[in-house]
């Protein structure tokens, strides 16, 4: 993946160095996801990981490093789920445990969808060569467990790029839109039980529209 991250220390690094990383990329995930790359000031992703700026710089010394590492763990995180598909599974199951874990990464991150949806937005300056290699790669080979799968009648046709591009944009759908979301449906949005509910209905709408008749 073509995203360097650019750390002050080579050596392994301790614990407080390990914690304070996190820190930062946490911070600049928040960050980043509200004011995007250039709004974005490491002034405040400093104030936001409760540390000053020199300490800041010393593990980024820019803030376009900082940008590429966030988006590099957010996209280790997305698409972790995506390498998970096997297979040898049985589809409707794998493709269930994919969309639940979609959903939960959506819930648990949605500034990271929010930033990486900004990054795309933006004509993905910085990921496009990744975009057009490592992930065309990665959807290629999961293209072909799917088509295997419709081949075997163990799932009704369907096109297997529209599919995954089907799941991308409804599980996301719920962490990007928050704002519409809660604004149609008020309290409901808010209740417990909502997220349960979103991932339910996801799922019928997706697996029920792929299981063979």
Known sequence: MDLPNVSAADEVPTRIQARNREAILSAGREVFAR????????DEIARTAGMSKPNLLYYFRRKTDLYKAVL???LADWLS???ALDPEGDPVEELRRYIVAKMQLSNMHPQASRLFAGEIIAGAPNIHGFL????????ARKARTIEAWVAQGRLAPIDPHHLIFAIWAITQH???FDAQIRAVLGDRAGRPGFREEAAEAVLGLVLNGVTPR
């Open 35 to 42: 004011h995007g790359l250039r709004g974005a000031t490491l």
């Open 72 to 74: 590099e763990e957010v």
């Open 81 to 83: 789920p995506l390498h």
């Open 132 to 139: 057009s290699t490592e992930l065309r790669d990665i959807v």
């Open 174 to 176: 719920y962490a990007d």
